[in-house]
């Protein structure tokens, strides 16, 4: 079992900066795929962007690609969402996971974490 917490979300304006943060705790942690999904109000949940277990290789959404950048401390348990130049269309509730293989796909991630709301306002 492996628990995920989410943190750093809240209300910002358009063009600013947030770090989301994920810890997790419980079975090992450092060999799991991790990801980023969202999910904004009346939309399905997506991806937003993927790190393997050893940080070689990341995936971002077309729409975050040039303004996101996810990181992980292995050490620490930790990963990391640096999100800048937040459009309101970024707004959703963020969710962390993880995933047993390296896999950009929802369905092959076995934990999540319970969000952490961005709100961007024009």
């Known amino acids: 079992q492996v628990q995920l917490v989410e943190s750093g979300g809240g209300l910002v304006q358009a063009g600013d900066s947030l770090r989301l943060s994920c810890a997790a705790s419980g079975r090992t942690f450092s060999i799991y795929t991790m990801g980023w999904f969202r999910q904004a109000p009346g939309k399905e949940r997506e991806f937003v962007s993927g790190i393997n277990w050893r940080g070689t290789s990341t995936n971002y959404a077309d729409s975050v690609w040039d303004r996101f950048t996810i990181s992980r401390d292995n050490d620490k348990r930790i990963m990391y969402l640096h999100m800048n130049s937040l459009k309101p269309e970024d707004t959703a509730v963020y969710y962390c996971?993880?995933?047993?293989?390296?896999?950009?796909?929802?369905?092959?991630?076995?934990?999540w974490g319970q969000g952490t709301q961005v709100t961007v306002s024009s």
């Open positions: 996971a993880i995933a047993p293989v390296t896999s950009w796909d929802s369905r092959h991630y076995l934990y």
